[in-house]
């Protein structure tokens, strides 16, 4: 039985995904790109704290194919899974890193084009004496 390892991350794209097709021919592609989540509280002084996390995602197949819809600075909501790689280097020193690996995503909006879209409403309603 897999236990639940799930999560769900709203940010924004840090710049746009690296994309790569396997050479191998298996049809597999895979796209990584980091997404930057922003928090904010008050601090113990009642000041307000930006905090920002960033987090290296991993896309495969269809996925991937997803994810280069999205371009650095847009708004996107990820659902997958964390993963853990871990090596020794030549030394004998043991590494890990931690990422995620997107089974989902869903692009955001980007506000430049919300303001667009809605500039062309209020056109359409002017021309059409809405």
């Not at 930057?36 to 197949?61: L, P, Q, R, T």
């Not at 996925?63 to 030394?91: C, F, H, I, P, Y």
Request: glycine share 6%; proline share 1%; net charge positive.
């Amino acid at each position: 039985m897999n236990q639940i390892n799930q999560c769900i991350l709203e940010g924004n794209l840090v710049k746009n995904p690296e994309y790569k097709e396997n050479s191998a021919g298996t049809g597999h592609s895979v796209s990584k790109f980091v997404l930057a989540s922003n928090k904010m509280y008050k601090n113990s002084k009642g000041e307000i704290v930006k905090e920002v996390s960033y987090f290296d995602i991993e896309a495969w197949g269809n996925t991937a194919k997803k994810s280069l819809e999205a371009k650095a600075g847009q708004q996107m909501r990820v659902v997958g899974r964390m993963k853990q790689n871990r090596w020794k280097d030549e030394k004998g020193i043991n590494h890990s890193k931690l990422f995620i690996v997107a089974e989902h995503i869903d692009l955001k909006e980007q506000k430049v084009e919300q303001a667009k879209a809605a500039k062309r409403t209020k056109d359409e309603d002017l021309e059409y004496g809405r």
